[in-house]
């Protein structure tokens, strides 16, 4: 069966060495526990680097724009014209600083690998494949449905997001919350994509009641001691693979 989380990761890296012009600025990035994306590496010279964008910190916008993951934030940067100076909002050291970031033209694929040829076979194979924009959040990783998804998890139009993931340990887990989950509420207040699961999670309080979908029944599962990140120096691990805009 293919892999389609594999996919997207390799489109997400591969796609600026097909266009040229292809905005490009410098950094790994990876999805974190609250919005945005945190930096966990800048590339010398790059224009990340110029503008004075640093590891640790957490990009929160892109050209006014919210980032909520590393699917997203490849795409803004990709679709950015070469040389167009953005606002780039990052949080540091507990507060938001604001760089100017004038993108560039994306390294050249090394001599020997075209990836072009990959790209128009996957995508003439499964022309149906839609970004699946994930959000971590509280030990939480949810992914978008697609209509034939929710048709097979037993819910209505529009509706609900995917659990991808639950942190081990985390107040999500200890809850019964389970991968394969779908998640249509979030005290009481409907949801049909990742972002609005984001929206909800961040306005909760301590605790936050899910409504889910298991077996194409729905139930509801409480959530006790839901916290919000510590403010303090970044010390938790970030289990998502870091993802290269190029």
Do not use: C
């Not at 410098?26 to 503008?51: F, H, M, T, Y």
């Amino acid at each position: 069966m293919f892999n389609v989380r594999f996919f997207m990761v390799l489109f997400v890296v591969a796609t600026p060495s097909f266009g040229q012009d292809a905005g490009w600025i410098g950094v790994r990035v990876a999805d974190q526990p609250d919005r945005g994306v945190l930096i966990r590496a800048v590339e010398p010279n790059s224009a990340a680097a110029k503008a004075g964008l640093k590891s640790e910190d957490v990009i929160v916008t892109f050209d006014k724009q919210d980032v909520i993951g590393v699917v997203q934030f490849a795409r803004l940067v990709r679709e950015t014209p070469v040389g167009r100076a953005v606002e780039v909002k990052v949080q540091r050291d507990n507060r938001e600083e604001t760089f100017q970031v004038t993108t560039e033209r994306a390294p050249k694929t090394p001599v020997g690998i075209d990836l072009s040829d990959l790209r128009d076979r996957i995508m003439r194979q499964m022309p149906d494949i839609r970004p699946s924009i994930s959000v971590s959040q509280y030990g939480i990783r949810v992914d978008s449905l697609t209509p034939q998804l929710r048709e097979f998890f037993g819910v209505g139009a529009n509706e609900g997001v995917l659990v991808a993931s639950v942190e081990t340990d985390s107040a999500a887990a200890k809850a019964g919350l389970k991968a394969g989950d779908v998640i249509t509420a979030v005290d009481a207040k409907r949801i049909s994509t990742p972002q609005d699961f984001s929206h909800e999670m961040r306005s909760a309080g301590s605790t936050v009641t899910l409504t889910i979908v298991r077996d194409k029944q729905e139930r509801e599962i409480q959530i006790e001691g839901v916290a919000r990140r510590p403010t303090g120096p970044r010390r938790e691990r970030i289990n998502s693979s870091g993802v290269s805009v190029l």
